[in-house]
């Protein structure tokens, strides 16, 4: 049977080497996996984890996604010349008093997670159209459907992401072409190294007023326990990928913890939204919760 043509972004670590070592391990052969990164210098860890067993199913490409010729110049080494399931799994975080953010750091916020999704889904959807076919994965994150507090950029970034699956998914159910969110809650991979994060004690922070630096420190104390205590392995977040990729009529969404979190639940039922933002800080800030 002819393999399934896969092409993943941000595969140097995390949920993306994870995703392409399991689909190229396959036992059946059915997936033909493009690992791409953007640096090619990094692929040792994943063919680390293939062990070289799988020359007939993977193959790394260079392709970072803030770069349009690097998505094209991947595109145009793609042997099969289609790609059947996109990944666009690239992001990066931010986090920090919104105060102290350059605009530079910003940016390369939404070239990632925003513009780097949407150029990537450009350049393989004609083709997908063309053979009246195809599905296209976004790791989402539950910071792109519930704000979080110093992720203020990020989670725009997430949340821009939700608004533009939404609307191609609304269009591409007339070409037969899927379009699923896998959305994330805390995963252990090397997003929060990764991560550009303002640490207590920099001197960017020594124009912060003194509440803001005292809930800063909470939150910091909240999501490291969150991280040590719920963090998914991203083997748990490869099966709902999984589950995504070989469904007949795949979701819209995906939730890898099993359920929509309950305070996604109130925003929903809760349109002045005064309650849910209060829960959302209450369970934040407040000492009880560390
Ligand atoms: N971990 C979590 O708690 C969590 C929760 C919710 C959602 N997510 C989402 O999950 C996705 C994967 O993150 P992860 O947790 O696996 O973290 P990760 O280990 O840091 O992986 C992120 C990947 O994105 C790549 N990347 C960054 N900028 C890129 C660019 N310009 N072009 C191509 N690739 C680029 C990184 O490459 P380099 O190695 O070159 O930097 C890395 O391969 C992200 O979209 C993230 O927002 C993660």
Redesign the pocket.
């Known amino acids: 049977m002819e393999k399934k043509v896969v092409l993943i972004?941000?595969?140097?670590?995390?949920?993306?080497?994870s995703l392409a070592v399991r689909l190229a391990s396959d036992p059946d052969k059915t997936f033909k996996v493009y690992a791409?990164?953007?640096?090619l210098a990094?692929k040792e860890r994943l063919i680390e984890c293939v062990k070289s067993l799988h020359k007939d199913t993977l193959d790394i490409l260079q392709?970072?996604?803030?770069?349009w010729q690097?998505i094209l110049d991947a595109r145009d080494r793609i042997v099969e010349k289609r790609v059947d399931i996109l990944v666009c799994?690239?992001?990066?975080?931010l986090m920090g008093p919104l105060e102290v953010q350059s605009l530079d750091s910003m940016r390369q916020i939404l070239?990632?997670?925003l513009f780097?999704t949407i150029q990537t889904i450009q350049a393989f959807l004609p083709g997908m159209k063309v053979r009246g076919q195809g599905h296209i994965l976004v790791?989402?994150?539950?910071?792109g459907l519930q704000g979080l507090p110093f992720n203020e950029v990020?989670c725009a970034s997430?949340f821009a992401i939700e608004g533009a699956c939404e609307s191609l998914a609304i269009l591409l159910q007339h070409f037969n072409i899927h379009v699923s969110l896998v959305?994330?809650?805390?995963?252990?991979?090397?997003?929060?190294?990764?991560?550009q994060k303002a640490e207590l004690g920099d001197t960017s922070l020594q124009q912060v007023d003194d509440l803001t630096l005292n809930l800063y420190g909470k939150y910091l104390q909240h999501c490291g326990s969150v991280?040590q205590n719920a963090?998914q392995d991203?083997e748990d977040i490869v099966k709902v990928f999984l589950e995504a990729i070989q469904s007949p009529s795949p979701a819209f969404r995906y939730f890898t913890s099993g359920d929509v979190p309950p305070l996604t639940k109130l925003k929903a039922t809760e349109p002045g939204g005064s309650r849910y933002i209060s829960a959302l800080s209450k369970t934040m800030f407040s000492s009880e919760e560390q």
Do not use: H, W
């Open positions: 972004t941000g595969c140097s670590s995390g949920i993306g080497l791409t990164m953007r640096n990094k392709m970072d996604v803030t770069s690097s799994n690239a992001g990066v975080g070239e990632v997670n780097g790791t989402g994150s539950t910071g990020y997430k959305e994330c809650g805390p995963v252990n991979t090397d997003f929060l190294v990764n991560l991280f963090a991203t």
